[in-house]
């Protein structure tokens, strides 16, 4: 082909693509920023909620306006009280920042059907409130390990964790495969209702990506229904930023005024070796 056909194809290309485009000036609506506000209840660790706001996803990042150091923050159940203080330590290890914290305490009395509320008012007047009630965690009742032959190069092995749902209620899980031995990364991060086993035994993998010698920590949660449908819907709109091709999705939040989670997090978790 010669050099002046090429030339012409190109130049035609590139004319025929501009005329394709088309400028479209899109009339959005003015931005509200909201109260955001994390906190998970667990057993012998210390209560902390993460308390930012909302920010422009059009506008210029403002990273020192996200997180807010002038909120009242109050936890209570049973008659019990609790303002939480700021707290200015980022969790490095975790990449998170819990900017409130229980001062001089680490964890709260934790019992089967108590109701736990949390109360949140900024500077500017916003409140958010949220509430949760704890249920006692479900045990795994064994691990088994299992050898799969994949050729004569290689056998696979996977742990499988085995637990018995209560058939009298309806269930929701979520199931962590943390490996220890490799800076406490997640190999699996699953979470599921009981709908398809309700009062059967069930088991559950840690996937193949571990190797012989690494520590495993396997972690069964016993979560309820509003973390199950923020854990859902927080997922589909995460696979919704950026596709052109995915329905807008919204996350649903237990957070009255504002958005975020609030939940307990009943767990029973072993640690094993693989061989």
Not at 41 to 50: D, F, R
Not at 187 to 203: H, I, P, T, W, Y
Request: proline share 4%; aromatic share 14%.
């Amino acid at each position: 082909m010669k050099k002046s056909t090429l030339y012409i194809i190109l130049f035609s290309g590139l004319l025929f693509s501009s005329c394709l485009q088309k400028q479209i000036d899109l009339q959005l609506p003015p931005f509200h920023s909201q109260l955001v506000v994390e906190g998970y209840l667990e057993k012998n660790k210390p209560v902390q909620i993460a308390v930012s706001q909302t920010s422009n996803f059009f506008g210029t990042p403002d990273l020192t306006a996200v997180f807010l150091k002038k909120a009242t923050v109050v936890l209570s159940y049973r008659g019990t009280v609790d303002t939480l203080v700021f707290n200015p330590f980022p969790d490095f290890k975790h990449n998170k920042w819990f900017n409130y914290h229980l001062k001089n305490s680490d964890s709260i009395p934790l019992k089967n059907n108590v109701t736990y509320y949390l109360w949140v008012k900024d500077s500017t007047g916003r409140i958010v409130t949220a509430q949760t009630m704890w249920r006692d965690s479900v045990n795994i009742d064994s691990i088994k390990e299992i050898y799969t032959v994949v050729n004569k190069f290689r056998t696979d092995t996977v742990m499988r964790a085995y637990f018995k749902d209560n058939g009298a209620t309806t269930d929701f899980y979520r199931f962590r495969a943390i490996n220890h031995s490799r800076a406490d990364s997640v190999r699996v991060d699953n979470f599921f209702a009981d709908n398809l086993f309700n009062g059967e035994s069930f088991s559950l993998s840690t996937g193949r990506k571990f190797h012989k010698g690494d520590t495993c920590d396997i972690v069964l949660y016993h979560i309820d229904n509003d973390f199950f449908t923020f854990l859902n819907t927080a997922r589909d709109a995460d696979n919704a930023n950026g596709n052109p091709f995915a329905s807008p999705a919204t996350i649903i939040s237990n957070i009255k005024g504002g958005t975020g989670i609030f939940t307990c997090m009943p767990e029973c978790n072993r640690r094993v070796v693989f061989k």
